[in-house]
Structures are given as C-alpha cells and as structure tokens.
C-alpha cells in the first residue's frame, strides 16, 4: 500500500497562467507500487499537475522531485529520459503507422532504450499484456477508441516508466469497455506498476487508488483513502458546485 518508498514529490508546485493560478502550492507525494488518483472537478488542474510532473510546464514555484532528485528544471525529454511517462486526455498517435510502429517508438524513445528486433519484441509483449497483440500490423486509423486507448497505453508501457501518469485514460469509454479498462489498469496495478490516475470515474477510483488527493480550483483539499476523501463534505461540495 502505501508504505514503500517515496517515488515521487511535489513541494510547493504552482503554476500561473497570467492572472489564473492553475496549480496551487500543492504538495504530495506517490509511494513505490502506488496508484494515486488525482480528482476534482474540470478545470481542478489536474493535466496541468501532470504537465508540470512530466515537464510539458514549467512550475513557477515549487519543486518536483523523483526519487529526492529535483527535475522541474529538466526538459520534458529528459524527465521522460528518467522515468515518468504519461498518456494525454486526447489520444496522440501516429495514425499512418501501423499499432507496432506506434508502441515501438515508445521503446525506441522511453526511459530505457531497446532498437531493432529487441525493440519489436518488447513492443510485442506491451501489445499481449494490453490485450491487442493480435492487431499489431493494423494501422491506428482502423481501430476503435478503446483500442487506441490500448496502442497509447501499450507505447506508454514500452518505455518502462518507473512512474505512469494516465490522464482519464477511462474517459469516452462504453460500459463494456469501461470494465475491460478498468481490468487492465488493475492488471498494471497488480505488476507493482507506479501510477497517477486523473479520472473522473468513480468506480475506477474506488477500485483501483491506493489513496486520492483531491483538487479544486488549483488546490488540494482532501487527500486519503477513496472512502475517506468521497465522503469528506468539502470533496462533495466541491463536485456539487461545478
Ligand atoms: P483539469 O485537468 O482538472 O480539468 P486543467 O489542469 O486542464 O484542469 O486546467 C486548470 C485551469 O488552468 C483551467 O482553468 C484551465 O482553463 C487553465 N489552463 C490549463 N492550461 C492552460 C494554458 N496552457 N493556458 C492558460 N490556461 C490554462
Ligand atoms: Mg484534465
């Protein structure tokens, strides 16, 4: 649970936009094995915190540490270099290559580097534990949302991340599909795998966090066990309000 090792740890993370404080002074930390989820309502900060853990943003305070190291000062290649990967709230691939050539890049690219038949191999075995081995030589432009949810995860996997960031990977899914998601990341969650989950889901969140940190309006108002934080009346009143 949540006794192992500090991962990773926000102290102090802001991010303004102009005027608009997206991220406030919001201080948490991930344990090894972990799934942490990161809820609130929309426009809570939530992809912004994953921005700034994945160094897309810059925080404009605040530190950002993987295991005790500060790496908000890093790029976001170098960060990724060291372990943090995420996937993104609207699917990003690359719709002309083929499912493999998608989730070989991430193991071309990722935190640790695998070329040629080594790299296909691996990207073979994310392709089987993401449960679409078998269309490995369609192109993504032919699959179905949830299977491209499943290309993304898989290219996540391929670079062996020491921390995953899924930002509401569940989202737009049917509820067949949602089950099979939720599975899976289950699945992940059983490997050891670190995680940030960002969801809205509830039956997500309750199944799958370890414990939640809650934000609204940039700030972190609760953080616990799911049971603890979904029935926390500011959390409630918080969800109520948007
Ligand atoms: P969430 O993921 O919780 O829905 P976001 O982190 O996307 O929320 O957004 C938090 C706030 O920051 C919102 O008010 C959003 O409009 C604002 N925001 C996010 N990204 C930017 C940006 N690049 N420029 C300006 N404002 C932004
Ligand atoms: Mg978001």
């Known amino acids: 649970m949540t006794t192992g090792p500090t991962v990773l740890s926000l ?31 929309n426009g809570s900060g939530k992809s912004t915190t994953l921005n700034l853990i994945s160094g897309a943003l810059k925080p404009t305070e605040g530190t950002i540490s993987l295991r005790g190291t500060p790496i908000s000062h890093l790029s ?45 191999a691996h990207a073979m075995r994310m392709l089987a534990l993401v449960g679409l081995d078998r269309r490995a030589n369609a192109h993504v432009g032919e699959l179905t949302y949830i ?28 509820p067949t599909e949602l089950e099979e998601g939720i599975a899976l990341i289950k699945r992940l969650r059983d490997e050891g795998r670190t995680i940030i989950l960002v969801e809205h889901v509830m039956d997500a969140i309750r199944s799958l966090c370890d414990r939640c940190v809650v934000m609204s309006t940039g700030t972190k108002i609760a953080e616990g066990t799911p049971e603890e934080v979904l029935s926390d009346p500011e959390v409630i009143r918080a969800y109520l309000g948007d």
Request: no cysteine; glycine share 10%.
């Open 11 to 41: 102290r102090g993370a802001t991010k303004r936009f102009g005027g608009l404080v997206a991220v406030n002074d919001m201080d948490f930390d991930v344990t090894e094995h972990e799934v942490l989820g990161l809820i609130g309502p």
């Open 76 to 120: 976001a290649a170098d960060i990724a270099r060291r372990g943090i990967a995420r996937t993104f709230q609207l699917v990003r691939l690359l719709p002309s290559m083929t499912v493999l050539e998608n989730v070989r890049a991430g193991a071309v690219f990722g935190h640790r580097r695998r070329w040629g038949a080594e790299a296909d």
């Open 147 to 174: 299977d491209t949810k499943r290309v993304e995860l898989a290219r996540v996997l391929a670079s062996e991340p020491k921390v995953l960031l899924l930002d509401e990977w569940l989202a737009g899914l049917n």
